[in-house]
């Protein structure tokens, strides 16, 4: 787990995440102070097309954020 000053958000999936604005990607979760910048590191992050991203408030555990997992091509009703 990486931490970003004093944790009140983490940022986290049962799978490593990617994207360019984490510290180190690969990990399962980051800490973070600020409840926008975690919101924005979920929603620009990536993880394995199956699994969400989350973002928990630390002292409540509440999920303040979900990105849903990827949704495959021949189960979405888009043309």
């Known amino acids: 787990m990486h931490i970003m000053g004093s944790a009140e958000f983490r940022v986290e999936?049962?799978?490593?995440?990617a994207g360019r604005l984490l510290p180190s990607?690969?990990?399962h979760a980051y800490l973070v102070r600020n409840r926008a910048l975690a919101v924005t590191m979920a929603a620009k992050?990536?993880?394995k097309?199956?699994?969400?991203?989350?973002v928990v408030h630390v002292p409540?555990?509440?999920v303040v954020f979900r990105k849903a997992p990827a949704q495959r091509a021949e189960f979405n009703d888009e043309p």
């Open 60 to 62: 409540t555990g509440e």
């Open 49 to 54: 097309p199956s699994s969400e991203i989350r």
């Open 25 to 27: 990607p690969g990990s």
């Open 45 to 47: 992050s990536f993880t």
């Open 13 to 17: 999936s049962n799978h490593p995440i």
